[in-house]
């Protein structure tokens, strides 16, 4: 890891744990400013732990990316948790009639930045 993206990620980080220090439900109730301020900061921790020994350039940046936009449009939506994606079981168009393994294939491919962690971890 260069020391132009480890500066990065430990800003990335910095940035989240301050995110969760300000974060507000959009609830406005107290308790759900608690329990997503706690979601916010667990889930840096296990992501940071999990990609803290990744030496692989592309993948960084491809961590990075996804940390990016899950900031953003957390903040946007003012939901920390990643928004879902919604697509019906045969709903790729086919690869010249393959069956459900090319559909399979086809979502992976077609899931978001944001998602790339998320089943992973969940």
């Not at 910095?14 to 329990?35: C, H, V």
């Not at 009639?97 to 790339?116: D, I, M, T």
Request: aromatic share 6%; with cysteine.
């Amino acid at each position: 890891m260069t020391t132009a993206t480890r500066q990065e990620v430990l800003g990335l980080y910095r940035k989240i744990f301050r995110l969760a220090r300000k974060w507000q439900a959009a609830s406005g109730q107290r308790e759900d400013t608690i329990k997503e301020k706690q979601y916010i900061l667990s889930e840096a921790r296990t992501l940071f732990q999990k990609n803290k020994n990744l030496t692989d350039t592309d993948l960084i940046k491809q961590c990075i990316d996804e940390c990016t936009a899950r900031i953003e449009i957390g903040l946007h939506y003012q939901i920390p948790y990643p928004r879902p994606i919604h697509l019906p079981p045969m709903g790729l168009a086919p690869l010249r009639g393959r069956g459900l393994k090319s559909q399979e294939k086809l979502r992976k491919l077609s899931k978001p930045v944001y998602l790339k962690s998320h089943d992973e971890v969940s």
